[in-house]
């Protein structure tokens, strides 16, 4: 009952074009936001954020990222671990190189270097179109993991070939390093995907995301039309890239601590983010979020179940888990292909007209 | 030519003196002249040696036979298309080769045979998508939703508003483009060139596969735009009465020549014209 825009008048176009057009939907976005910031750090477990939120918040990053590209550009990518490895690569020589440098900043250049590395690989874009252009970024998947394992510069000559983030505090709070509590890492992950969110929704709603979009839908129309495809291809590249690459700054900065390229950032995880926006839904950033919390959450929840619940083998489990969660992947695709974010539209359309039938 | 440049170009060619309508509207001096087009594919010429002009503030009809080269002709004019030869004056000025979105930006708007609506969004995120040249907020300013992204974004969707009302499609502003029917989404497009405010708008069958209730409500349409904002219209169309309704002037194409160019009435009483749609042999 609640769930109504009916009396819920519009007099500006600024408010008629807000996010959260339905006051019950904005309640609960704030609800949602205090929650986040002033209940869950005081609840928060070791256990509980290393398992499942700080992993949650990190690839909702990237999964917004590579939305951008796949679902409001239209340009499919596989490299989105490579880019996610440019980001904890050159946190990594940011850090090391200026220690004095405030550790957010190094994050957020970093993901400004993986902008300019993305619009790099983006330019073949500008010629191939679809599945060609994905096995081109697989070109960028392998030739920047073969890079950062195999030119001793990107890892400052280490013995073992892996980089390792040192300690760095934010206002005298240690943020990264195995001595880092679970509640500042986790701020630390929250503050960044509010604030990602929010740049990837402003930026979604206007003329960019717009241009991105009719590149997407019919892109000799949207030439006609005006849109400069070069600039509409490489910003949603940028953009992309730039998301992606502060995904794999925290990935690396504040959750791993140490990484080996080919092995954290393998086209493993081009594909599991490639999933999560499937399954959660193109072209939208409630799906980002979503298919998230579908592939990161899911595992662990099973685990939970036939482990600790069941009493099953551990390794047993784990095969099955791969067997549930690639049948539930398949399951969410027949059922609705357009994922997870088209389920809750229509849940929504079907909410307003509660309970009544017509 | 940029944007700024057409800024100062005069608007007509104030050389030739415009002439009154049947109905009374005064038409103005030339917008655009094309001197001798010829196109060629490879092989395939599909448009020879053709030569007319457009006048500020007059429907312009192309018609011919299917495959004379109608659309090709207004793929020449949109920038889609370069031709071989010929040359093609725009506002008094030579318009040199350039990409289409250019060409929209100089001025120049307009729908497709086949629907090209960007399926994926809105009926009002299309017709903004029209009207982007209008939009000059920065990137940054859109990333932050700061200053000018967000005034901008309320003042042109109050200029889209005005189309949405002209064009009677309020219901369906919010609804995505694919879930619409047929006559509608041809009017959406209509709208989404409308909202560039264009200086010549070019209509490729507008009424293709509508029933005369759409075609009607067609016409009104692309003539109250004619008057009520003085928009030059350049359109093809297969619906001979409704070409002969609508038009101030008619050039007829046939196997990429011109074979006629004048009133519909000048037109309608052209032998070759006649030969060409009743079908003579063609030595």
Redesign the interface.
Same mark, same amino acid.
């Given at each position: 009952m609640l769930y109504r825009e009916a009396g819920d008048f519009k007099s500006t176009y600024p408010s008629d074009n807000q996010t959260f057009p339905i006051r019950f939907d904005r309640y609960a976005y704030w609800a949602l936001i205090g929650f986040a910031f002033l209940v869950v750090p005081f609840l928060l477990t070791d256990y509980w954020a290393n398992s499942i939120v700080i992993p949650l918040l990190i690839y909702v990053i990237a999964a917004l990222g590579l939305n951008i590209l796949i679902g409001y550009c239209g340009q499919l990518s596989l490299g989105t671990g490579a880019f996610m490895a440019v980001g904890a690569y050159a946190t990594f020589k940011l850090t090391t190189a200026f220690p004095w440098m405030p550790i957010y900043i190094v994050f957020i250049l970093a993901g400004l270097v993986t902008a300019a590395v993305g619009v790099l690989f983006g330019l073949p874009s500008l010629k191939i179109k679809g599945f060609y252009l994905a096995v081109a970024t697989l070109a960028a998947q392998f030739f920047l993991i073969w890079l950062f394992t195999r030119v001793g510069w990107f890892f400052n000559d280490s013995a073992t070939g892996m980089i390792s983030m040192p300690e760095r505090t934010v206002f005298g709070v240690l943020v990264t390093g195995p001595a880092a509590s679970a509640m500042a890492v986790y701020m630390t992950c929250l503050v960044f995907v509010v604030g990602m969110a929010w740049l990837a929704r402003n930026l979604t709603r206007g003329t960019v995301g717009r241009t991105w979009m009719s590149i997407r839908d019919m892109d000799i129309a949207a030439e006609i039309i005006g849109v400069n495809p070069l600039i509409a291809k490489l910003t949603a590249f940028a953009v992309s890239s730039f998301f992606v690459g502060v995904a794999g700054a925290l990935l690396f900065g504040v959750y791993l601590g140490a990484a080996e390229a080919g092995e954290a950032f393998g086209i493993n995880k081009s594909f599991l983010v490639l999933f999560m926006v499937i399954i959660g839904g193109l072209g939208s950033i409630l799906g980002s979020f979503l298919g998230a919390a579908f592939l990161i959450v899911l595992p662990v929840l099973l685990k939970v179940f036939l482990v600790d619940a069941l009493g099953w083998p551990a390794d047993l489990a784990r095969h099955l888990e791969v067997m549930i969660i690639g049948a539930l992947i398949v399951l969410v695709l027949i059922v609705e292909p357009h994922g997870m974010a088209a389920l809750w539209r229509t849940a929504k359309e079907k909410l307003r007209l509660w309970p009544f039938p017509h | 030519m940029t944007v700024e440049q057409r800024e100062q170009v005069p608007m007509l060619d104030t050389q030739t003196e415009g002439y009154v309508t049947a109905d009374g509207r005064q038409i103005g001096g030339v917008v655009m002249e094309l001197k001798n087009i010829t196109l060629r594919f490879g092989g395939v010429v599909a448009i020879k040696d053709i030569s007319f002009d457009i006048r500020h503030g007059e429907i312009r009809a192309i018609i011919g036979p299917n495959g004379a080269g109608k659309s090709s002709m207004l793929n020449v004019i949109? #920038?889609?298309y370069n031709p071989q030869e010929g040359e093609l004056i725009y506002k008094g000025y030579k318009r040199p080769q350039m990409?289409?979105?250019k060409v929209?930006?100089m001025g120049i *708007?307009?729908t497709?045979q086949n629907i *090209?609506?960007? !399926? #994926?969004?809105s009926v009002l995120?299309n017709i903004?998508? #029209?009207r982007?040249?209008h939009?000059k *907020?920065g990137?940054l300013s859109? &990333?932050?939703?700061w200053g000018a &992204?967000?005034r /901008? !974004? &309320?003042e042109n969707? !109050?200029a889209v /508003?005005k189309i949405i009302d002209f064009l009677e499609i309020q219901a369906i502003r919010k609804t995505p483009v694919s879930r619409l029917p047929y006559g509608l989404k041809k009017r959406v497009e209509l709208a989404?060139a409308l909202a *560039?405010e264009p200086q010549i708008l070019l209509l490729d069958e507008p009424m293709a596969g509508m029933n005369v209730e759409e075609k009607e409500d067609m016409s009104r349409f692309i003539l109250d735009v004619n008057d009520e904002f003085g928009t030059t219209t350049v359109l093809i169309e297969h619906d001979m009465g409704v070409v002969m309704d609508l038009s101030d002037r008619v050039v007829v194409m046939d196997y990429g020549k011109k074979i006629g160019d004048g009133t519909p009435e000048e037109v309608m009483n052209n032998q070759d014209v006649i030969d060409a749609y009743l079908g003579v042999s063609h030595d």
């Open positions: - | 949109s #920038g889609f990409r289409p979105y929209s930006r *708007a307009r497709f *090209a609506l960007f !399926e #994926g969004m995120d903004m998508t #029209g982007m040249h939009m *907020a990137f859109q &990333a932050f939703w &992204a967000a /901008e !974004e &309320a969707r !109050e /508003e989404r *560039a």
